[in-house]
């Protein structure tokens, strides 16, 4: 592989049967942090893209350097193809490599190879997944808040734009395959901007504040799609029990039933490319993505479809990981890089770190950006938030002030409620946290936290 790297270092970008890589040819890159992606392309409009722009913003706003980070795209997720990535990339000079996407962790795909290939040389981040190395940071996603997020989002455009059927706000959700952590979770938290919003709509000022007109909160009911709850995890009219495209068509019927459910007004798959199925299988309804900024994924095809997508915060979380590793939180020729992540960050992104306490159970601790501490071999907890302006029907103002009336922290501590409760403590007997109390907990603790807390009838 060495000789093969040196006999092409003249080409720009290197295609071989394994991998694109960028070499260090005529277009000059920044080699000390390399992104390999999970067989995608960095410009997939999704999380290798995402991540990718956010190490050449770190290089060029933190570092100061007009440059872009290196990358490698592996042509599949094999074992072997992997770990030839993350050594190309090592003998690159690669001090810290990124990794957006779980298949970097999958058994019988990356397998957490990346931390071992550059042991006493470097760290790795992976998004999207636990750390299983000392040297590597794992960043989680909170989707929980970005499921509220969506959802209160949704709610309040609705309102505000007629999207509703016989004075009903029909919210609807399923799941691929059934996930306390990445998948219930979801939508858990956009059940719970339900309960929210009903425990809201009789306070003027919260109308107010979003434009939204009082008699239309008053005579318009706003609920979930589905009659009742999942009766187990493999519910068929909460889950599709898959993730792949084309298999979601029995859950999509019983969104339909009307003995089962309320059609949709506004419906969010939370299950891969499930979403295409949605989009196809029904014109009527709004659509809401998952993960990534989807309404710029999809493009023409789902025109006015998307109101905002249950964003997960891959550029914030990425930037700021980067200046906890040893090779930048330490780093001699950039002495200030904790300094100027701490002022350009700090009030963009919320995390928290998990904290294993004596007696066997956990909790969750407030993590300081400014603070001089390296994240390697710990797991950091990132907030949600959500897509707006661009090809999202969600615009740029609405979202900044759910923000800003529903804050990071306030979610943050419902959020923490829930993985320590339910998802880290007992599960309902259903075998899934999408369930009465779970909602009712997020949404109960959503609203102790506010900052302005609710007076009902009052200006």
């Known amino acids: 592989m060495k000789k093969l790297l040196l006999s092409l270092l003249s080409t720009t970008i290197i295609s071989t049967s394994l991998t694109t890589v960028v070499s260090c040819?005529?277009?000059?890159?920044?080699?000390?942090?390399y992104l390999v992606t999970d067989a995608g392309k960095i410009d997939d409009k999704s999380f290798n893209q995402s991540a990718y722009e956010a190490g050449t913003e770190f290089v060029k706003e933190i570092l100061g350097k007009d440059l872009k980070i290196g990358y490698i795209q592996p042509d599949s997720t094999a074992p072997k193809t992997m770990k030839r990535a993350y050594k190309t990339a090592k003998s690159n000079n690669a001090k810290t490599l990124l990794l957006p996407g779980f298949h970097h962790a999958m058994p019988g795909e990356g397998d957490h190879q990346a931390a071992k290939v550059m042991e006493n040389s470097g760290s790795t981040i992976i998004l999207d997944s636990n750390s299983a190395a000392n040297n590597e940071i794992g960043?989680?996603?909170?989707g929980d808040v970005s499921g509220f997020y969506a959802g209160m989002a949704s709610i309040i455009y609705s309102l505000n734009n007629g999207n509703y059927t016989n004075n009903t706000l029909s919210l609807g959700a399923f799941g691929g395959v059934s996930n306390p952590a990445s998948v219930d979770n979801f939508i858990v938290g956009y059940l719970a901007s339900i309960d929210v919003f009903n425990q809201l709509k009789t306070n003027d000022q919260f109308l107010e504040n979003f434009n939204i007109d009082k008699d239309i909160a008053t005579k318009v009911t706003v609920r979930k799609a589905q009659n009742g709850w999942p009766k187990s995890k493999d519910d068929t009219t909460w889950f599709s029990n898959s993730f792949l495209i084309g298999q979601s068509k029995l859950v999509l019927d019983n969104l339909k039933d009307t003995s089962k459910s309320v059609k949709p007004n506004v419906l969010?798959?939370?299950a891969g490319s499930q979403t295409s199925d949605a989009i196809s299988y029904d014109n009527s309804w709004k659509v809401i993505g998952v993960d990534t900024d989807q309404a710029e994924s999809y493009g023409k095809d789902a025109e006015n479809r998307f109101i905002t997508s249950?964003?997960?915060?891959?550029?914030?979380?990425?930037i700021v990981s980067l200046a906890h590793t040893p090779e930048w939180m330490d780093n001699k020729e950039y002495p200030d890089i904790l300094e100027k992540v701490g002022l350009k960050y700090s009030d963009k992104i919320q995390l928290t770190k998990e904290?294993?306490?004596e007696d066997g159970t956990s909790t969750f601790e407030d993590i300081d950006i400014k603070a001089k501490e390296s994240w390697t071999g710990m797991?950091?907890?990132v907030n949600g938030t959500m897509s707006s302006g661009g090809a999202n029907l969600l615009d740029d103002s609405l979202a900044n002030?759910?923000?800003e009336y529903f804050t990071p922290q306030a979610l943050t501590e419902a959020s923490k409620l829930l993985f320590s409760?339910?998802?880290?403590?007992?599960?309902p007997s259903s075998g899934t946290i999408i369930a009465v109390e779970p909602v009712a907990d997020y949404a109960k603790t959503v609203i102790d936290n506010l900052e302005t807390q609710p007076e009902s009838g009052k200006e």
């Open 268 to 270: 969010m798959p939370v």
């Open 401 to 403: 002030k759910i923000k």
């Open 310 to 318: 249950a964003e997960k915060d891959l550029k914030n979380s990425t």
């Open 379 to 381: 797991d950091v907890w």
């Open 25 to 33: 040819g005529t277009e000059k890159h920044f080699g000390e942090i």
């Open 421 to 427: 409760k339910y998802i880290n403590g007992v599960i």
């Open 139 to 142: 960043v989680v996603f909170r």
């Open 355 to 357: 904290v294993k306490k």
